[in-house]
């Protein structure tokens, strides 16, 4: 099968898949431990992400056998992107505030585990679980903006599907103050964004249009739409929404301070 046929078939069965498991509401459906509980989690998928595929050597760029990078994925879940990426050699922190999720994350991909805890910078515990082979994950259930980089060591490179559009437009903000603040000068993000007519659907996922990344993270990132591809197809599957719906991927690099 060819890459556009693949990438196709993921898309197709991304949101076909999601649409057995969630209804449309006309509120945002942001009660996450229940989404987990409850199995609400359509967003989840099983192959990785075909655009992680594509685009990481952009956005591991400078990595080699010797410089293993600390990639770090906020807002996780239990993505196999994860995995993906510590097959090519990388460190994950993965951050998500529903412990199932992470345990799921564990026990899925039968790996090894250990819990403990550390300090960020304000000297609260965070949980942390190590897992994997040498330790090769760092998982940490809490919500994001607890763990900071005392917590997570220097951050090289972060993978963002599915998280800044996954935060209401009031949290946004921080969440872009919050990367800067966590990843080191030259670091690189790899972001999958949409941009849609948000009163057809009440998000998650929010549509976070080119104009909107600009003003949260211009500031202390370089920003490059890498690719944007019409997706309305797929959406139309899940979600009322069908004036357009147009699926960007973003390089972000972190400006020296
Ligand atoms: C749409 S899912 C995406 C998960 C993953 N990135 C993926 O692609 O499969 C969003 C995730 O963010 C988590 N989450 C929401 N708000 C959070 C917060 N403030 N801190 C940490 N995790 C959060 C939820 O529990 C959920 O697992």
Redesign the pocket.
Same mark, same amino acid.
């Given at each position: 099968m060819g890459f556009i046929q693949r990438a196709s078939r993921q898309l197709a069965q991304l949101f076909c898949k999601e649409r057995l498991v969630m209804s449309s509401s006309q509120k945002p459906d942001l009660d996450?431990e229940s989404r987990?509980k409850d199995g609400r989690t359509g967003?989840?998928?099983d192959e990785v992400n075909d655009r992680l595929v594509q685009y990481h050597g952009r956005l591991l760029e400078g990595a080699n056998a010797e410089k293993k990078l600390n990639v770090f994925v906020p $807002?996780? !879940?239990k993505?196999v992107d994860m995995l993906w990426l510590n097959e090519q050699g990388h460190h994950i922190s993965g951050? %998500? $505030?529903?412990r199932q &999720?992470l345990d799921d994350f564990v026990s899925e991909n039968k790996l090894t585990s250990t819990v403990s805890s550390v300090k960020n910078g304000d000297g609260e515990e965070v949980t942390l679980i190590k897992a994997g082979e040498n330790d090769c994950f760092s998982l940490f259930p =809490? %919500?994001?903006?607890k763990v900071d980089c005392t917590a997570l060591g220097q951050v090289d490179a972060a993978w963002d599907? !599915? =998280?800044y559009v &996954? $935060?209401s437009p009031e949290i946004r903000p921080r969440y872009a103050e919050n990367m800067a603040a966590v990843i080191k000068p030259g670091g690189r993000v790899l972001m999958e964004v949409y941009d849609y007519v948000q009163s057809e659907h009440a998000g998650?996922p929010f549509s976070t249009p080119n104009d909107e990344i600009t003003s949260a993270f211009g500031k202390n990132f370089t920003i490059e739409i890498m690719q944007t591809e019409d997706a309305l197809e797929y959406i139309k599957l899940r979600f009322p929404i069908t004036t357009r719906f147009d699926r960007s991927m973003v390089l972000l690099v972190r400006k020296a301070n």
């Open positions: 996450w987990w967003w989840h998928r $807002l996780c !879940g993505t951050v %998500d $505030l529903v &999720a =809490s %919500d994001l903006f599907r !599915g =998280s &996954a $935060l998650p």
